[in-house]
């Protein structure tokens, strides 16, 4: 179970990474997928359920990584954040989505681009394979 969830942990960071490059090359794409989070009951309950995985993951392998504190407070996070998620109503989450993807222009997806890449690394370089 351990080393599924390190493999877990490591296509996030990839998944990661690959945003960096969507939101810096296509902010409009970028932006166009935010606009859709909650959007339909499929949408809505599918993101969170996927996103629960790399959640577990990082608790789960967070002992064998290079930032044991960090991993488990970031997993519990992302894993307590979806739960509450599951009980938001739907509605209200993509009027959320909406008024972000407002304010988030294309220049300001560019310029967080980095972080994802920096943090997609980080997770990667963190899982001690």
């Given amino acids: 179970m351990i080393f599924t969830a390190k493999w877990i942990v490591v296509l996030f960071g990839i998944f990661l990474i690959c945003i960096g490059f969507l939101m810096l090359f296509t902010p409009e794409k970028a932006r166009e997928i935010l606009r859709k989070a909650g959007s ?3 949408i809505n309950y599918a993101e969170i359920t996927i996103r629960m995985i790399p959640a577990t993951a990082l608790i789960i392998c967070s002992e064998y990584s290079g930032f044991p504190e960090f991993f488990r407070i970031f997993g519990w996070f ?5 739960v509450v998620l599951y009980f938001v109503p739907r509605q209200i989450h993509h009027n959320f989505s909406l008024k972000s993807a407002d304010i988030l222009k294309p220049i300001y997806f560019r310029l967080i681009a980095p972080f994802a ?3 997609g690394c980080a997770l990667i370089y963190s899982v001690n394979l």
Avoid at 78 to 82: A, I, N, Y
């Fill in 40 to 42: 339909t009951n499929v």
């Fill in 78 to 82: 992302m894993l307590l954040t979806s």
């Fill in 117 to 119: 890449w920096l943090f």
